[in-house]
């Protein structure tokens, strides 16, 4: 979203949701250094998203998982309680169905909170 929307993803978290610890799984880092390696738009996005890890806490396991990172990331809400920030509709409506809030981009111009 940042890369694609020209936004400071953190920041307008902050404005939606006041103080909060920005948390990215140690999956999630994994799959952004594959992705980074990338031509075309995924390589910049990729990095860009890496760069943004750097400001957050990094949690979950480091060994390489057989599940897959977006049901890591869906269990790790659950458990922890936490709002997820995405744009992916299977992963926003797999949140909103076990009720974690989760932060979306709205019409590309700016962040909204979903709840169900």
Known sequence: MPVQFKIDILEEIRKLVGGFEPVVLNSVVLELEGLARAKGRSGPAA???????????????????PVPVDEQVITYATHHDCMVVTNDRQVRDALLARGIGVISMRKQKKLEVLRK
């Not at 400001?55 to 480091?62: D, K, L, M, R, W």
Request: proline share 0%; with cysteine; aromatic share 10%.
């Open 47 to 65: 990095r860009y998203g890496l760069a943004i890890a750097k400001n957050c806490t990094v949690a979950g396991s480091y060994e390489v998982s």
